[in-house]
């Protein structure tokens, strides 16, 4: 659930940063514009948010036609699930196309719905534990204290009204001196997923 209509409440769902990995918005490494990793088509109907984190990808540009395949790796009968968070995507480490600088740090998200999510959970004045279970991978809950803090929100907002517009534009000049590696991809733990139809 998102905030009231005025904007002041918001109450967290335990929505993990997985629901927002269906599309990623990325620097494409043949032409400097945005690229998207997609799900590969043809694969069965998501059943968990979590099955993203295995499931074949595909790096597609609209602007050089550039694209690439991602498969999971194999242990056993599991698929070894990516880590999702920092400002590289997971599948082929491709820095986010959506990053701007923000109070002395980096501001970053995968898609435009990630946005609107953020934006909704910082400008909430309130901001309430709706899921009726605590989720370890819960997304809010994990955001840096700089992201949650008062103090920053009017930083964070601009940033993230940057990033709107950065979510609609495609062109490598149109490319945030940000969008580029920070070196703070999540340290990979390498879980295993037994799910059907990840090629």
């Given at each position: 659930?998102?905030?009231?209509?005025?904007?002041?409440?918001?109450?967290?769902?335990?929505?993990?940063?997985?629901?927002?990995?269906?599309?990623?918005?990325?620097?494409?490494?043949?032409?400097?514009?945005?690229?998207?990793?997609?799900?590969?088509?043809?694969?069965?109907?998501?059943?968990?948010?979590?099955?993203?984190?295995?499931?074949?990808?595909?790096?597609?540009?609209?602007?050089?036609?550039?694209?690439?395949?991602?498969?999971?790796?194999?242990?056993?009968?599991?698929?070894?699930?990516?880590?999702?968070?920092?400002?590289?995507?997971?599948?082929?480490?491709?820095?986010?196309?959506?990053?701007?600088?923000?109070?002395?740090?980096?501001?970053?998200?995968?898609?435009?719905?990630?946005?609107?999510?953020?934006?909704?959970?910082?400008?909430?004045?309130?901001?309430?534990?709706?899921?009726?279970?605590?989720?370890?991978?819960?997304?809010?809950?994990?955001?840096?204290?700089?992201?949650?803090?008062?103090?920053?929100?009017?930083?964070?907002?601009?940033?993230?009204?940057?990033?709107?517009?950065?979510?609609?534009?495609?062109?490598?000049?149109?490319?945030?001196?940000?969008?580029?590696?920070?070196g703070d991809r999540p340290r990979p733990y390498?879980?295993?997923?037994?799910?059907?139809?990840?090629?």
């Amino acid at each position: 659930m998102g905030p009231t209509e005025s904007g002041e409440r918001h109450a967290d769902d335990g929505v993990p940063l997985a629901r927002f990995a269906d599309t990623i918005l990325v620097v494409c490494p043949r032409c400097g514009g945005r690229a998207s990793v997609v799900q590969r088509p043809g694969l069965p109907e998501l059943r968990y948010a979590t099955d993203l984190l295995v499931w074949s990808r595909r790096l597609v540009c609209a602007g050089c036609g550039r694209t690439d395949d991602w498969r999971a790796g194999r242990r056993g009968s599991g698929a070894v699930g990516v880590v999702l968070g920092g400002t590289e995507e997971p599948f082929f480490g491709r820095p986010l196309w959506l990053q701007v600088p923000c109070a002395g740090r980096v501001l970053w998200a995968y898609n435009d719905r990630h946005v609107t999510a953020l934006e909704e959970y910082v400008a909430a004045r309130l901001r309430e534990h709706g899921a009726p279970y605590s989720s370890t991978r819960a997304m809010f809950p994990r955001l840096p204290a700089w992201v949650k803090s008062a103090a920053h929100r009017p930083a964070v907002l601009k940033g993230l009204a940057e990033l709107h517009t950065l979510a609609g534009r495609s062109a490598p000049a149109d490319r945030s001196a940000a969008a580029h590696a920070h070196g703070d991809r999540p340290r990979p733990y390498g879980s295993l997923h037994f799910v059907r139809g990840t090629d």
